[in-house]
């Protein structure tokens, strides 16, 4: 069985190069005028994935009863992480003083 690759090479046919033009960057924040600790990124990822785990790990989520959730917020300026393990997503019950995703900005 041959490949595709293999016949194009073997029949000295010529793949198309396709050149793409340097665009500037973007950035997503005017990181010169930025304060530390005055904008953030919030990143909200639910843990307990039942066909992401491996059933043991799962199981042991489950019976242990750690936190389903994690939080990742990142300081735009500095890029420092601070990560949280709440067990629900409301402020009130996992000890983060109000720091939900519709308390904080992001762009």
Request: aromatic share 10%.
């Amino acid at each position: 069985m041959y490949t595709v690759k293999k016949v194009l090479k073997r029949n000295s046919v010529k793949k198309k190069k396709i050149r793409n033009k340097a665009r500037p960057v973007r950035h997503l924040y005017d990181y010169a005028h930025l304060s530390p600790f005055r904008e953030f990124q919030l990143d909200t990822k639910h843990i307990l994935d039942h066909k992401a785990l491996p059933e043991d790990v799962y199981k042991h989520i489950v019976d242990k009863k750690l936190p389903k959730y994690e939080w990742n917020m990142i300081d735009s300026a500095t890029r420092t992480r601070f990560t949280a393990y709440p067990h629900t997503l409301d402020s009130a019950s996992s000890g983060t003083s109000g720091m939900t995703p519709s308390s904080i900005q992001h762009h």
